[in-house]
């Protein structure tokens, strides 16, 4: 019995190589398709993954990434002694902390009241408006965002002036307590309505019976929308919640990078500004990597928590 | 009555609020667009003076031409065109190969290569290292920094084999029977039934290109022959913020001081932003349209 098995077995296995070299040739047009786009994407993608030897290097930029002197964990040490590091580490993730709360809460927020809309048109005018910013560049935004904080007056000076708040217009770019309010500020402009779609499709989903019920209870159009549509989307928001904490590492770096000055370089740094200093402004390649690293390694355990936790509260899993 | 009576006053009250929220919300959107429009349209001088608000007090086209005189810009204007125009087409047909090839439930690599493709859009090599490769691959400062690193982007292939997944499995297989090859199938059979997808697809990179600054710095800082219009626009608002508008000074320098550097910066503004502001009511279905089918992951 068992010898037929194994029998069986060894003779599907010979089977099974046969089909492989037969199908191989039969999908002859399908492979030679796919060969550019394995070259490339081992070129283009996966290349860069040995650059990361680099950060246990000490690297000079004449010579190959395989004849430079070896130094170990070197750079991680000189890495975590520089106080900068830490500095913009923090302002980092307080900066995505900020953006990721922002941004949730608005664009949740604006999704039930953009339900409550009556009208057809208004309503598809205020989407197709709120949707513009997303698709304007980071630099377009930040020019919008001098124009309209600049002291000399901008409208929010010109407002707060106009109300008494302030004796004199605030110069918002000189100082460091304005500095994470307007990131976060700007980011929710940007990305208030973009974020809503997905809210928006997951609200028409909700099962219009139970509407109807919480109707016949006595509930107006505020309790239905707290009480119907809120908890019938609360498994995007978690999904979308989920998704989002792999990218707390990523507080984002152009309106950081240009609206950043002297005045304000302890908080506005993020870790890629500090990357960029040093690596390319600098050339020191190897501690601009380190730090790199340092990022991905804090965003690959952030994804890998998230997706733990996403199996753990039932939810479907990332990957 | 008395109970239907007081919850259709509840729902005015409502409505009202809704409606002041979503005034409020609109105005916020496109005041500063309106804002730099206006200021961008007024006599440079004028404007110093403040109270533009959104509608120009003195009409002025001097800021424009004042940025369309500049040969640096022109040239950065020529550059964002053609790198948008070539990488969309070369990146949109290639795409959709890739998704082809990855469609056909027979291949026999389609798991492998899949997951190679997928696993991109999680792990990259960081700026360093991908600095590094192009200047080893003698791609700093070339033109070709703009199209080939970004060739494939695996999730528009997702969003295009989503697609295709939905057509007819037998389309393919009795092109097959009528003796067509899969190269023939793809360019003849597949690709023109995918015209929404390709849209979609299409609209993405665009934008992105066209948005794209960091590369231009990166890469190509040294020739600025290469440079793009959003890394010039970049060059004079970060100018801005450090030192009052150094920026511009050789532009306002060369107008014979009409314009002044707000006004110039809001005019660059505004051209860069204009394709995107002027094309995007048109496309808007598209945009969403990709974003549901990306939503739905295999």
């Known amino acids: 019995m068992e010898l037929g098995v194994k029998d069986t077995k060894l003779h599907v296995k010979i089977k099974t190589k046969k089909n492989i070299i037969e199908k191989m040739k039969k999908q002859k047009t399908l492979i030679i398709m796919s060969i550019p786009f394995i070259i490339w994407v081992a070129v283009f993608c996966y290349a860069p993954l040995i650059g990361w030897l680099i950060a246990f290097q000490k690297f000079k930029p004449a010579k190959g990434i395989f004849d430079q002197t070896w130094c170990g964990l070197d750079q991680f040490k000189i890495l975590f002694t520089d106080p900068t590091f830490f500095i913009v580490l923090r302002n980092t993730l307080c900066m995505a902390i900020i953006n990721l709360t922002f941004s949730f809460i608005c664009s949740i927020g604006f999704a039930l009241l953009l339900n409550e809309v009556r009208r057809v048109l208004a309503k598809k005018f205020i989407q197709t408006v ?7 560049s980071w630099i377009i935004v930040t020019g919008l965002v001098q124009m309209i904080l600049s002291p000399d007056p901008g409208i929010i000076n010109q407002i707060l002036l106009g109300l008494h708040l302030i004796s004199k217009p605030i ?3 000189a100082d460091p307590k304005y500095f994470w309010g307007i990131v976060g500020m700007t980011n929710v402009w940007k990305e208030v309505g973009w974020g809503s779609i997905i809210y928006l499709s997951a609200i028409t989903s909700i099962n219009p019976d139970l509407y109807e019920a919480a109707e016949i209870d006595g509930a107006g159009r505020f309790k239905k ?4 549509t809120l908890p019938g989307i609360k498994p995007t928001i ?8 792999g990218n707390i590492v990523n507080a984002g770096f152009e309106i950081q990078y240009i609206l950043g000055n002297g005045l304000i370089q302890d908080v506005s740094q993020t ?7 040093y690596g390319i402004s600098l050339g020191n390649y190897s501690l601009a990597t380190a730090a790199g690293i340092f990022k991905s390694l804090i965003s690959i355990v952030l994804i890998f928590i998230a997706n733990r936790f996403a199996k753990s509260v039932g939810e479907e899993r990332l990957f | 009555m008395a109970g239907i009576k007081k919850r259709s006053r509840h729902d005015k009250i409502w409505d009202t609020i809704i409606g002041i929220f979503m005034a409020i919300f609109v ?4 005041y500063p667009i309106l804002n730099t429009l206006a200021i961008s349209f007024n006599d440079g001088i004028d404007s110093v003076r403040g109270g533009i608000y959104i509608w120009p007090r003195v009409f002025s086209l001097q800021n424009y031409q004042t940025v369309f005189h500049n040969p640096k810009l022109t040239q950065a204007a020529f550059i964002s065109v053609s790198r948008t125009v070539i990488a969309t087409v070369v990146q949109v047909f290639l795409t959709a190969m890739l998704a082809y090839v990855l469609s056909r439930k027979e291949f026999i690599f389609k798991k492998s290569l899949s997951v190679i493709y997928v696993l991109t859009m999680y792990v990259n090599g960081g700026m360093i290292p991908t600095y590094v490769l192009m200047k080893d691959l003698h791609l700093t400062n070339n033109f070709l920094v703009y199209i080939l690193p970004g060739l494939v982007a695996a999730f528009n292939m997702i969003v295009i084999r989503t697609y295709m ?3 007819p499995d037998g389309l393919v297989e009795s092109a097959k029977i009528d003796g067509a090859g899969d190269f023939r199938i793809f360019i003849q059979i597949i690709l023109p039934l995918c015209k929404p997808a390709l849209a979609t697809v299409a609209l993405f990179i665009a934008v992105g290109q066209w948005n794209s600054w960091f590369d231009s710095m990166l890469y190509c800082a040294q020739s600025p022959s290469l440079t793009t219009l959003q890394y010039e626009l970049m060059k004079v608002l970060s100018a801005a913020t450090q030192q009052g508008g150094a920026g511009t000074a050789d532009m306002v320098k060369n107008s014979g001081s009409i314009v002044t550097s707000q006004s110039i910066r809001s005019a660059i503004t505004i051209v860069t932003a204009l394709p995107i502001i002027f094309l995007y009511p048109f496309l808007q279905k598209y945009f969403i349209s990709g974003l549901t089918i990306g939503g ?3």
């Not at chain 2, 105005?27 to 496109?30: D, F, H, K, N, R």
């Open chain 2, 165 to 167: 997944n939905g057509l």
């Open chain 1, 130 to 136: 709120s949707y513009l910013p997303h698709f304007l």
């Open chain 1, 171 to 173: 110069n918002f770019f």
């Open chain 1, 238 to 245: 978690i999904i979308l919640l989920i998704m989002n904490i």
């Open chain 2, 27 to 30: 105005v916020v959107t496109l």
């Open chain 1, 271 to 277: 870790v890629d500004i500090f990357v960029l200093k």
């Open chain 2, 296 to 298: 739905v992951k295999e």
């Open chain 1, 225 to 228: 929308m707290l009480n119907v």
